[in-house]
């Protein structure tokens, strides 16, 4: 497994949960210059965008989740991390995280990891 997601669980509404996403060693050379995202899919939904880290420190975020979610790195510990704020029901989605290398075309997800956000 070369990104491993965790920190999913289950919230009230209004609530934090702080996401995980652990870079293997394997892809270590190119953790770096990953764009890195987080994205989160629902049953009978596609998979939608929910933020992303460039390589030069921009964010992008979707519009539903700007001003309460946010996307870092950690480097020295290979890991991607998604704060989200300010929860709500609508909210609730399996997330999963990414890693895109531009270069090569590459591409890494990890296994997903379930948040549950209650009213």
């Known amino acids: 497994v070369q990104l491993q997601a965790s920190g999913g669980g289950l919230v009230q509404a209004g609530g934090s949960l702080r996401l995980s996403c652990k870079a293997s060693?394997?892809?270590?050379?190119t953790f770096w210059s990953l764009r890195k995202a987080w994205y989160r899919q629902v049953p009978g939904k596609e998979r939608e965008m929910v933020a992303t880290l460039n390589s030069d420190g921009s964010t992008d975020y979707a519009d539903s989740v700007k001003g309460r979610f946010t996307i870092s790195r950690d480097n020295t510990k290979r890991t991607i991390l998604l704060q989200m704020n300010s929860l709500k029901p609508e909210d609730t989605a399996v997330y999963y995280c990414?890693?895109?290398?531009?270069?090569?075309?590459?591409?890494?997800w990890g296994q997903g990891t379930e948040v549950t956000v209650s009213s």
């Open positions: 060693r394997a892809i270590l050379s």
């Open positions: 990414n890693g895109f290398l531009p270069s090569s075309s590459q591409e890494f």
